[in-house]
């Protein structure tokens, strides 16, 4: 298959990606957050919260 062939059939498109301490004090319509909670036991609420108040608009949890 072609690459334009193939460029029509896919569902996503690149993005970029940031891991949620980089991302502090910044802000994007449309978030989609990965949750690895479970990386960071003890201090789970804080990433949790960091990482979902990122979204101005619609956040996606991927678990």
């Known amino acids: 298959m072609s690459w334009p062939e193939r460029r029509k059939s896919d ?3 690149f993005g970029y990606v940031l891991t949620v301490h980089k991302s502090q004090g910044s802000q994007w319509d449309n978030v989609v957050l990965f949750d690895e ?3 960071f036991r003890e201090h789970r609420e804080r990433w ?12 996606t949890i991927v678990r």
């Open 11 to 13: 569902e996503f498109d």
């Open 37 to 39: 909670s479970f990386a």
């Open 48 to 59: 949790l919260y960091t990482g979902i108040t990122r979204a101005a608009k619609t956040l």
